[in-house]
């Protein structure tokens, strides 16, 4: 007997084989072997012969309870399953028992089906295999390849796919800039030879007006991004190709600002500059044809951007490629661009704050009520102007977005919500119809890290100066291309952000209300970015550590906000509020945890949030997700919140994870040392990590006894 082999007959799916296992005795056994002859599994038998369909119906029938496609701890079966053994041709049987090697058996029982093995070979040490070693496997080997995305005619039917938008029609249509002639030229290359596409290939005129931006909202698509070239290893002959991208995962199909930013830290990890290079590349083509990195490639989100990390990125691809022919032309064009967004983009108006000098995230244009949203997400704020005019919320929405509706009240709120959005915290308590009005301590962190990073390079790598490209020119290029330049207006930054933004009493960093000329009262994580781009003075680093920092850690790491600033929202509140924490938190305070000597708190920090992701990771079938309740023991992906989780929809094992969340773990792991290595692959806890450990691994933080109870 052969044992492997491919079906030619009709294959089941997983679903499909659920179905038909609820009929299925579960007990039934194979038919070769004995009972005589049932024993463990174990390292001197580590291959087990299975028939895919046959298998897959009895361990779902058995073990996934709760009829989810996922085995995990919840699903209340017997954890076991009777196999056969390579060594003897399936004569022999084992028993596979226990949660984790069930889970693993239905990864590798799914992924044979889904190559159509009727029979397959299993290695029985896969359903044994360290957790921490597993999860990095999936990273390395799966998620980040499934992530990958190429806006040409293999993939853009799923690049173009979008299930955001409610009545989406599928007419795949991308937007061109018409001045990009060779992406132009290879979209309707595509488009004629590939008819069955439907692709409608649009230019896109420089000037957004508002009526082309109302046409492009009713005709949604995927903004174009860059092409190269390459010789084709086949024919010799040199073709174009789309420059490659990450995506985040879930519904979120598309190339987004500062996600890609985090991507592309986990990407450096694990060696994949490749893909480095081509979220830089499209990011500078999206600055250069766009006018900014919109908050992701669709239409819908072209006129509004997101944190900009660009300069922190590309200087960390040149460090880790600077021996590679073409590393500092790479460097060069990423700063001249970053240069242009800084101007055109950050310290413009409305963005800019003339009083202060410090920046808002105020979208430019664009005046529509988003419709990425779930089904019924502003019902509440449209009802009242809906009833005043007489119709539908529907219909009201269709007017307004027409422009034959003017509501100057309403468009100041879809003002604040375009500001939250673009902050990329959307939604959060703290920004809740005031963002546009405040100065940001995040945003102006981060542009005071540009301010440094261009400084830096012009002094490092171009002699103090660079000359400007015709693409990226403006008129103020004449100082920009002077670090000296860079360093003043950095200094300037620190200046601002010492006076408006910072309280030495509370001993924190707090938003700015340019309206009423005050600091507002909400407590946020991001105050943890001063110590990443290096603003904070060791003094002011050392109040945040002290004061701040307790206010936002919790056993599974670090929550967006504080209790207080939350104190009476909705248990159903905003996802970028306490008790959630997120990946990008985690990593700029460990990063800047790090840069300010406070290594034992990076690492406890690091520990606990790999923890979180482990656990889920273990006892939920694989799943690695966009976020997590930082309070919650047992479960904490279940987040009973706006948008639910992402990360946790899939058929019988995990294909993506979720692309910040992979990346935070790789990065995690570099600010743990072996013993909180070895501690976090048998999923210790850190509270039992601290208390077997000597202070310098496992420093416990000062609190008051409520937070601590939390802590613990």
């Known amino acids: 007997m052969a044992l492997t082999g491919r079906v030619i007959h ?46 897959l119906e009895r361990l779902v029938a058995r073990e996934d309870t709760d009829g989810d496609l996922h ?61 921490l070693e597993r999860i990095q496997r999936y990273i390395r080997e799966r998620f980040w390849n499934s992530l990958t ?93 789309a420059v490659p991208f990450v995506v985040p995962g879930g519904r979120f199909n598309e190339f987004f600002g500062w996600d890609s930013y985090f991507m592309g830290l986990g990407l450096l990890e694990h060696g994949r500059t490749d893909l480095v290079k081509g979220v830089l590349r499209n990011w500078v083509f999206e600055i250069q044809y766009y006018g900014l990195i919109p908050n992701a490639n669709r239409s819908y989100l072209m006129l509004r951007s997101q944190p900009p990390f660009l300069t922190d990125l590309s200087i960390r691809l040149y460090e880790a490629t600077k021996g590679e022919a073409g590393a500092k032309d790479l460097l060069r064009i990423c700063i001249q661009a970053a240069i242009k967004e800084y101007h055109r983009v ?18 430019v244009g664009g005046f529509e009520i988003p419709n990425e949203v779930e089904p019924g997400h502003f019902d509440a704020v449209l009802l009242p102007f809906a009833e005043r005019h007489g119709i539908t919320i529907e219909e009201f929405t269709d007017k307004y977005n027409d422009g034959l509706i003017d509501e ?36 102006n962190f981060c542009l005071y890290k540009y301010e440094t990073d261009i400084a830096s390079a012009l002094e490092t790598e171009f002699g103090g100066k660079l000359d400007i490209a015709s693409e990226f020119l403006l008129s103020t290029s004449n100082d920009d291309t002077l670090s000296s330049t860079w360093r003043r207006r950095a200094e300037k930054r620190k200046e601002a952000v010492d006076k408006y933004l910072w309280d030495e009493e509370r001993g924190s960093y707090f938003d700015y209300d340019v309206t009423t000329q005050s600091q507002i ?135 993506e994870g979720f692309g910040w969340t992979n990346a935070s773990f790789v990065c995690g792991l570099t600010f743990l040392n072996r013993y909180m290595r070895r501690a976090l692959a048998v999923c210790a806890p850190y509270d039992s990590l601290r208390q077997s450990s000597n202070p310098a691994q496992g420093e416990e933080i000062k609190n008051d006894q409520d937070h601590k109870e939390l802590l613990n």
């Not at 375009?418 to 809740?432: I, K, M, N, P």
Request: with cysteine; hydrophobic share 35%.
């Open 408 to 443: 100057p009240g309403l468009e100041e709120y879809l003002q604040h919500d375009r500001a939250v959005r673009e902050s990329g915290h959307d939604t959060s308590t703290r920004l809740d119809g005031r963002a546009a009005n405040l100065a940001i301590t995040d945003l």
């Open 346 to 363: 950050w310290t413009s108006h409305p963005r800019l704050d003339d009083a202060t000098g410090l920046s808002k995230y105020c979208p």
């Open 149 to 241: 995305r190429r806006l040409d005619g293999d993939v853009l039917e799923l690049a173009v796919k979008d299930t955001k938008i409610p009545g989406w029609d599928g007419t795949p249509i991308i937007y061109v800039p018409r001045a990009a002639e060779e992406q132009l030229a290879y979209y309707r290359a595509i488009a004629a030879q590939r008819p069955s596409l439907g692709l409608k290939v649009i230019p896109l005129p420089t000037e957004i007006t508002n009526n082309v931006y109302r046409d492009i909202l009713k005709n949604p698509g995927i903004l174009a991004l860059d092409t190269e070239e390459y010789v084709d290893a086949a024919t010799g002959v040199t073709e174009s190709r």
């Open 521 to 655: 009262s909400s407590e946020s994580v991001t105050c943890l970015w001063a110590l990443w781009c290096g603003i904070a003075s060791p003094h002011q680093a050392a109040l945040v550590v002290s004061r701040a920092l307790p206010k936002f850690e919790y056993r599974g790491g670090l929550a967006t906000s504080s209790i207080s600033t939350c104190t009476g929202v909705s248990a159903h509140g905003h996802q970028w509020d306490y008790p959630f924490g997120w990946a990008p938190h985690q990593m700029l305070a460990w990063d800047g945890l790090a840069r300010y000597g406070y290594h034992d708190h990076a690492s406890r920090l690091a520990y606990r949030w790999l923890y979180t992701i482990l656990k889920v990771f273990v006892d939920y079938n694989g799943a690695v997700c966009e976020k997590y309740d930082m309070t919650r023991v047992k479960d904490p992906h279940k987040v009973d919140v706006e948008y639910g989780n992402q990360g946790t929809q899939f058929v019988g094992y995990p294909r």
């Open 71 to 131: 085995i995990t701890i919840e699903d209340r079966g017997p954890k076991v399953i009777t196999l056969g053994t390579a060594a003897s041709s399936g004569y022999q049987r084992v028993r596979v028992h226990g949660h984790r090697a069930v889970s693993s058996m239905l990864e590798e029982l799914t992924s044979s089906l889904e190559k159509e093995d009727r029979v397959s070979v299993v290695d029985g040490s896969i359903l044994r295999e360290d957790p």
């Open 10 to 55: 009709r294959r089941y799916s997983l679903p499909e084989l659920q179905t038909r296992g609820a009929k299925h005795d579960p007990d039934r056994r194979p038919s070769c072997g004995s009972q005589d002859e049932l024993q463990d599994a174990s390292p001197s038998q580590p291959y087990l012969v299975v028939d895919v369909e046959d298998t």
